[in-house]
């Protein structure tokens, strides 16, 4: 893998991923449709670790796969490539924003962004869930669109709801729950 692809590809995602680490999910799944080294169910675990983490999820999901890509530099530049365009963006802002942010345009264009990053993260979420819980793969072999439901997931996943539904525990305790359950039960 070419190192400064990399880091221009998710320069490229961090600059039209509004609304934080999930938001990247849909361009990542456009990444893993045009390279081989990245496939659409790696993406799924990465999610997984960046999100049992420390730090931001796009960051840790984007080394991840610069990891993968390139190795220990491939991880470097990716993360790099994704947090390069904020950095850019904040300190341009910062700049512009004290001298309009009484103006009525920049307070429309931040209006506007607010439902937009809603629906970049509510579709990646959705994706996550179908990701997560359904197997195209055991679709087809069954022909019934029950067949590709992954059943020890679901039950994992309900329980899960239902216990942070219930208890409202920190979520730290949750994720190592999911976690362990998952490497007892071979997830």
């Known amino acids: 893998m070419n190192l400064f692809l990399l880091y221009i590809e998710f320069f490229r995602i961090g600059i039209f991923s509004v609304g934080g680490g999930l938001a990247t999910l849909p361009f990542l799944y456009s990444m893993a449709s045009r390279y081989d080294w990245l496939k659409s169910e790696d993406i799924g675990n990465f999610l997984a670790i960046a999100q049992s983490s420390p730090g931001a999820i796009g960051v840790n999901t984007s080394a991840q796969v610069g990891y993968l890509a390139g190795g220990f530099p491939g991880g470097i530049l990716a993360a790099l490539g994704l947090v390069s365009p904020a950095i850019v963006v904040i300190v341009a802002a910062a700049k512009i924003l004290s001298t309009f942010k009484e103006n009525t345009v920049v307070q429309a ?6 439902p937009a990053a809603a629906g970049l993260i509510s579709a990646a979420g959705f994706g996550v869930i179908v990701l997560s819980l359904y197997s195209k793969d055991g679709f087809l072999q069954t022909g019934v669109w029950y067949g590709g439901i992954r ?7 309900a329980v899960i709801f239902l216990l942070v539904w219930k208890f409202k525990k920190h979520p730290i305790l949750y994720i190592t729950l999911a976690g362990m359950t998952g490497f007892i039960l071979k997830l």
């Open 109 to 114: 264009v931040f209006e506007g962004l607010r």
């Open 151 to 157: 059943w020890k997931e679901m039950i994992l996943f």
